[in-house]
């Protein structure tokens, strides 16, 4: 197989002075804001015992693990190879597979309900062994693609930078929770509509600083691919889990944080790597994936939401007929024709029949344990 030609021109340019404009460092600083703005009203939803628990039994962690650096980086040296890519986008695509799950994971695993401890756990550890893994896989598969020292390029600092960034604000946010429990949800709820509104910024001003240089990757076969790469990370990193026998909310995290990638990560590694009259308009490509990634991320969040709704639809309606049929059957010589208090054998935050009075059905919201009398 060829390899890539480094010195050949690429018939492309960035905007004049790209990367120090003044668009430039407010999108940087936006950027940076919002993180931290993020991570700390994420750490607000957190418990350190529950965090602990995945640490003593990481079978959760194992699998976003092998699932992050096993699925991703296959993907997309397979997809590379199915669509017949060139040198150079392949080695573009690639670099994106084999960096380590985003900050953007941790958000969607919020909105799917999912296991918000497990999900930080899970970044982290990315990030550690993306210190590895990243230069490992680099070597592996690109060879043969590129004949430079693409291990090399990686950019060790930036992902520190990244453990420092998501942490420290994390850190504190379960540390207001475990002291301050009763400003935790006000943080929270502050905090979202902030990350919300500056999102929004972000994104425009992204479209702004961008302008028209994102239309050369928006060819067929690269949409095609940064499609194909988020979906398969988001089904192949559920059903994984699900074999594996994790409940739904551990699952659906898995699934989150496999198909997210830290695009950051990737765009630093091209913009190190090679120059603009060399990677020419693929330099935008992690944008095109991370587009590709909001979008069906949001959507699968939106099947997950509606899975939740017609499960705790039938699950009412399986108490109530329940119910009814308890109290038709229990003897009226119980003294005051009311029947016993059931049990709630659940685990999930559903609603839970707490008793019966006068053919009344009371019901309790909140999460209750198996097996435990709800009073």
Same mark, same amino acid.
């Given at each position: ?8 021109? =690429? ?30 009203? !994420? %750490? ?16 959760? @962690?194992?699998?976003?693990? @092998? ?12 997809? $590379? ?19 380590? %799950? ?11 309900? $999912? ?25 592996? =598969?690109? &060879? ?16 520190? !930078? ?12 379960? +540390?207001?929770?475990?002291? &301050?429990?009763?400003?935790? &949800? =006000? #943080?929270?709820?502050? %905090? ?19 302008? &028209? ?20 990370? +988001?089904?192949?990193? +559920? ?6 026998? !994790? ?11 496999t198909g997210c990638q830290n695009v950051q990560l990737c765009t630093a590694i091209l913009n190190v790597t090679f120059s603009p009259e060399v990677i020419g308009p693929l330099f935008f490509f992690p944008l095109l994936y991370m587009i590709c990634q909001y979008g069906e991320g949001l959507l699968l969040i939106a099947l997950f939401r509606c899975y939740e709704k017609i499960k705790l639809s039938k699950d009412k309606t399986k108490m109530i007929y329940t119910a009814a049929a308890t109290e038709e059957t229990t003897p009226a010589a119980l ?14 935050? =559903? ?7 006068? %053919? ?13 009398? #709800?009073?």
């Open positions: 197989m060829e390899t890539l030609n480094v010195s050949a021109p =690429y018939n492309f340019s960035l905007p004049p002075n790209f990367g120090k404009r003044p668009t430039d460092l407010a999108l940087s600083t936006m950027l940076v804001f919002l993180l931290i703005i993020m991570m700390f009203s !994420l %750490g607000c939803t957190m418990e350190f015992s529950k965090i602990k628990a995945h640490f003593w039994k990481p079978k959760g @962690v194992a699998i976003a693990l @092998v699932a992050q650096y096993g699925i991703m980086p296959l993907t997309a040296f397979a997809l $590379g190879k199915i669509f017949r890519l060139n040198n150079i986008e392949a080695l573009a695509i690639l670099i994106c597979g084999c960096s380590p %799950g985003g900050s953007l994971s941790n958000l969607f695993s919020l909105a799917a309900k $999912g296991d918000m401890n497990l999900s930080i756990v899970m970044t982290t550890c990315f990030h550690f062994f993306a210190l590895g893994m990243m230069p490992l896989l680099l070597y592996v =598969y690109s &060879r043969g693609i590129y004949d430079g020292n693409l291990k090399n390029k990686v950019p060790y600092g930036g992902i520190v !930078l990244s453990l420092v960034v998501v942490l420290t604000p994390c850190t504190l946010g379960i +540390f207001l929770k475990s002291k &301050r429990p009763q400003y935790a &949800r =006000y #943080v929270i709820k502050a %905090g979202m509509i902030i990350v919300l509104l500056l999102s929004v910024a972000v994104t425009a001003l992204s479209v702004i600083n961008v302008g &028209r240089s994102i239309l050369f990757v928006m060819t067929p076969h690269l949409w095609a691919t940064s499609s194909l790469m988020p979906f398969i990370g +988001f089904l192949l990193g +559920f059903l994984l889990s699900t074999l594996f026998r !994790l409940n739904g909310q551990c699952s659906r995290t898995v699934s989150m944080e003294g005051n024709g009311s029947t016993p208090k059931e049990e709630c054998c659940s685990s999930t935050a =559903y609603p839970c029949l707490s008793g019966l009075d006068s %053919g009344q059905e009371i019901w309790k919201a909140g999460t209750v344990n198996c097996g435990e009398k #709800v009073a």
